[in-house]
């Protein structure tokens, strides 16, 4: 398993200590510009995409992990953890020069944009969640948003023939 990608399953929870909410909002936008696509490979079912990040503060941000959970269940432990070690590889800045801060925290400058390519493998047979909701934390705070739907490509084969069908479960 490459570094920028996480495993989910039996097995898979962290211990990862909680951060805190500042008592000001995160002023950092967060989307997916495409709903991923749920596809099977090799005893596992991946799911790849892009999460956009820009930071709307005039000083830099500096992240110390991004959390993936199931946006039906978010209060239960991540689906998968990305901790800063691991997004130096996933973490690519638009417009500026890729920096960390003394503990390898990834900044995303003042005003500044960010594109993390995520990739989580679930076992095969494990729930795959129908909505994934991401939890973005700094050196100093937390925010949570960019909910998104992922589509599932079922094959199904008989009589000769085959097809793709595409959509949610």
Partial sequence: MEDSQSRAGPGSDSQVPAAKPASFPLQLEMCVPFEPTAFPSER?????????????????LYLSR????DAQTSASQPIATFNAEQLVNMLQAIGTRAS????????IAGGGSAIVFVSIAFDQGSHVPDELLHRVVTTDSLAEGAVIAICIWKVSIGRGRWACRHGKR
Avoid: C, S, W
């Avoid at 991004?66 to 959970?69: P, T």
């Fill in 66 to 69: 991004i959390e993936v959970l």
């Fill in 44 to 60: 596992r079912i991946y799911v790849m995409y892009e999460l956009h990040l820009r930071n709307f503060r005039t000083a830099p």
């Fill in 100 to 107: 960390t801060d003394a503990k390898g925290n990834h900044q």
